[in-house]
């Protein structure tokens, strides 16, 4: 990426810039969230294992990398008497689609970094693998929901589970509960 900027910065130097500095890191570690999900996936929750074990799609774990700051959790973190952030388990929880599927909109799903988290949330949810994962439960109730003539915000993580099971393709499930941090 770094290697491209240069073809940026010689697209800005003929517009008439003097001096163009690019960042260090070109990476969007979040893109915003949206509202109004049927369950939003919190970082605490993550932290607790996630999905109910008996309704979840799948596993995932990936380190709460907040490098980029979240504006307030400097303070929730004292609040909570964690002393450093980043010490934070790398939280290992089982996945459901409910997170991405939205409330007032029936047949909407967001699938990607701006599926209703919330807080830490964000850092792990942001990863390619796991939103592939929500996307294929997703796209299992998006089916259904066309078989049955219902909507998509109607179903549920054991309806996909089911499907998944039934068919040989549910992934093991070990999601890990970090109460302490949890909280």
């Known amino acids: 990426m770094l290697a491209e900027m240069d073809y940026v910065i010689q697209w800005f130097k003929a517009l008439g810039a003097n001096r163009v500095t690019p960042a260090y890191e070109l990476y969007i570690r979040h893109a915003g969230n949206v509202m109004g999900v049927i369950d939003r996936l919190t970082g605490a929750k993550m932290l607790a294992g996630g999905v109910n074990q008996n309704e979840a799609l799948g596993t995932f774990g990936y380190h709460f990398d907040i490098r980029g700051g979240i504006k307030g959790l400097d303070t929730r973190a004292e609040e909570k008497q964690i002393d450093h952030l980043l010490h934070?388990?790398?939280p290992l929880f089982n996945i459901g689609i409910?997170?991405?599927?939205?409330?007032?909109?029936?047949?909407l799903a967001v699938i990607s970094p701006a599926s209703g988290f919330e807080g830490y949330a964000c850092s792990a949810g942001r990863i390619v693998e796991f939103n592939?994962?929500?996307g294929q439960g997703v796209g299992i109730a998006a089916g259904m929901a066309?078989?049955?003539n219902t909507n998509l915000a109607d179903f549920s993580n054991q309806e996909v589970r089911n499907v998944l099971v039934q068919?040989?393709?549910i992934a093991k499930i070990y999601g890990q509960n970090y109460t302490a941090q949890a909280q």
Do not use: E, M
């Open 88 to 90: 934070i388990q790398q």
């Open 98 to 107: 409910q997170h991405a599927l939205i409330k007032d909109i029936p047949n």
């Open 132 to 134: 592939c994962g929500v």
């Open 146 to 148: 066309l078989w049955r």
């Open 167 to 169: 068919t040989g393709r």
